[in-house]
């Protein structure tokens, strides 16, 4: 097949391009550097996401057959999209997120009334409240992720792309993804710890309770390679994740494991957690999905345990160390405080 792909440099679209290479599809990226890699055969395009129109000459020449867009954030974006798609290609494979569920909405408490019932399939509700995060949240996420565009909105995305005329369109909703490359370095935080010879890391218990979906980098991209390259992927929906869904103290627990840390994780209530350790939000929403659809519909399984994945990001991590690093995070004199105090009341 005759694949282009938008945000093929990134985290997820560099394993992703490297498995529709191996499979020896004909694939074209879209990006906005001259960086090449001379060890695939890939076609460059360069252009600008937000400007696509501005490169459909080589994109015809191309002549994709799909389009997959890992980095659509807003309605204006994906309308853009399904123009250009309209004109060049059969189908598009877009990226959403599991944030357009109600669920998650109630965890960032911008959702009103109760929770909602578990495990969220594709059907759940959505959020009602298009605007999930607050302003200072979304710069601080635009800081990481350049291409992340003002007004962020995945649910408008997805109904455009599922709704255009004359252009089959498919959404993958996927989870927090961890690997090498993470360009939120998600396990840093306890391999600091480990590293800097803690001998206790703690938890507060209502976050060490609150189960959260996730999935390693290239077991992702290999679902979003089965959407691409599969017709029965049209006009279907599918959410992305590991199950069972782990806590995040069995998360934490299991990082430790892999890191071969002798240390032991204490849970203390939350009244008792220092403040740089507690986490905003409502934990009592968790957030359990299942991944059904794709796995039946798709035959989608994981290509990579997550013991091995684990191995792979930590090795990642110790060798790429965030460049900034915030100290408050790792207030130890605090930590150690909480931790005497609760040995005192034991």
Known sequence: MRILLIGGNGFIGSPLRRELCVQSHAVAVLHRTTRENRDEDVIRIRGDRNRLWDSIGPIEQFSPQVIVDLIPTTGEQAAQLMSVAHAVAQRVVAISSMDVYRAWGVVQQSEPDGLEALPLAEDSPLRRNRQLYPPETLKAMQSIFTWLGEGYDKIAVEETVLNSPGIAGTVLRLPMVYGPGDPLHRLFPALKRFGDGRSSMLIADDLAAWRGPRGYVENVAHAIALAATSERAAGRVYNVCEEPVLSELEWQTRIAAQA??????VVLPR????????QPGNTAQHIVVSSARIRAELHYEETIDQDEALRRTIAWEQSNPPVRVNPQQFDYAAEDEAVADA????
């Open 343 to 346: 040995e005192h009341v034991l």
């Open 260 to 265: 071969k840390w002798r240390g032991r994780i």
């Open 271 to 278: 009244e008792r957690t220092p403040r740089h350790l507690l």
